[in-house]
């Protein structure tokens, strides 16, 4: 587990004229907390902290993140070596199990990822059931819910390890299939088989993209692109799908379960479904003559409910470092692919004008990893519903590893507490004067 120190910092808090030592500890990284997990046994006080902003929920040794440095690490590994240097899978072993895989581990973890990338027939019938528009992240996170059922085995997440690392296997290796084939659905084509003898990616792109009228052609452009925005979404501590999967795996409910309500968190508009806004935004800008100086006074406005989708992060305050990482890939990409998408013209000139402009200077607003993946995703050809299903994907692996990590630690069912501000107790009133 992590280095925890207990500092020789000790934080007081005076209440009602009583004085309470609070331990402050410090995390690897250095950075600090006021323990306050004895604080209502104490006081009779609760903390209260809206949005969680700045509550710690645990202790955890899978994802350092600096937010007013722009730093990110997986395991101790700079988030800028990973996405030059290693593959998803690489990067999903290390955040997984701890360590990056050695040759053989790797081959391992790739043969075992393959052996499981069928998923059970039966699952093509819910898909049947599901009207072609349908949204990919409710099809994903329903087959989610849906797969205790065809693995029984994991509904007791403390039966075995094996059992467990079985369900992750399980995990990592069907969601390709499951996205492939949602699309497929919405497209009203058949549906294309894992091919075992391909890569992790390469079989996603070709259960995607090939149809039984034309085999799709895989672009190592496409394929080295993909395995760099998949490695930049793999995990980013305790976000709000994160924190939702380890809040309801915090109960013992079982991982495929605890990943379809992650599945649900991330697909909001402030959280993974940004992407897809963006693209949207971008799109409706372009459509309105591209005038961006409108639309970042719109943005600014507060009697405007419009929102510059792909700005800010809650704990990004200077630069968020996927962010840059997915620029000059975005550039690259476009490039060698030789695409000339006009949005990506008013995307800078977005990001050009915010970032000159004191509304977003003060507020500490810069573009987030969502700001430019969209126009990614679209120059290899992967419609725009299906961007924050791509995040899924992305982030899979982090969810695994810390569910995991929770239930190693033993950590109690997360529960926290309101200040209650309805009624006071009040008689109940007679039937014939309700
Ligand atoms: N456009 C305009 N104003 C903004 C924006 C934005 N995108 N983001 C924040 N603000 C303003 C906000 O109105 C507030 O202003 P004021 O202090 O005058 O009330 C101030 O900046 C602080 O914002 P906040 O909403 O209190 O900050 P938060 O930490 O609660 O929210 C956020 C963070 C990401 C939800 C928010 O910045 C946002 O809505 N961004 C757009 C959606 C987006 O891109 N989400 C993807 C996040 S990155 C992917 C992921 O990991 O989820």
Partial sequence: MSKIAELNEVAELKLNGQVYHLPVISGSEGEKAIDISKLRDQTGYITLDTGYKNTGAT??????????????????????????????????????????????????????LTYHTLVHEDIKKFLDGYPSTAHPMGIVSSMFSSM????????????????????????????????????????????????????????????????????????????????VLLILHADHEQNCSTSTVRIVGSSQANLYSSIAAGISALWGPLHGGANQEVIEMLELIKLDGGDTEKWIAKAKDKNDPFRLMGFGHRVYKNFDPRARIIKAACDSVLNKLGIQDPVLEIAKRLEETALSDSYFVERKLYPNVDFYSGIIYRALGIPTEMFTVMFALGRLPGWISQWKEMREQGEPIGRPRQIYVGNNIRPYPELNKR
Avoid at 70 to 83: M, S, T
Avoid at 191 to 214: G, K, Q
Wanted: aromatic share 12%; charged share 20%.
């Fill in 59 to 112: 202790k955890s040794a899978i994802t350092f993140l600096d937010g007013e440095n722009g730093i990110l690490h997986y395991r101790g590994y700079a988030i800028e070596d990973l996405a030059a240097k290693s593959t998803f899978i690489e990067v999903a072993y290390l955040l997984i199990y701890g360590e990056l895989p050695n040759v053989s581990q790797l081959e391992s973890f790739q043969r075992e």
């Fill in 148 to 227: 205790p059922s065809f693995y029984p085995e994991s509904l007791n997440p403390h039966r075995s390890s094996e059992k467990v690392n079985l369900t992750i296997l399980r995990c990592i290796a069907k969601m390709p299939t499951l996205i492939a084939w949602a699309y497929k659905k919405s497209v009203g084509h058949p549906y294309v088989y894992p091919d075992n003898s391909r890569d992790y990616i390469s079989n996603f792109l070709n259960m995607m993209f090939s149809t039984p009228a034309e085999e799709y052609t895989i672009d190592p452009i496409v394929v080295e692109a993909l395995n």
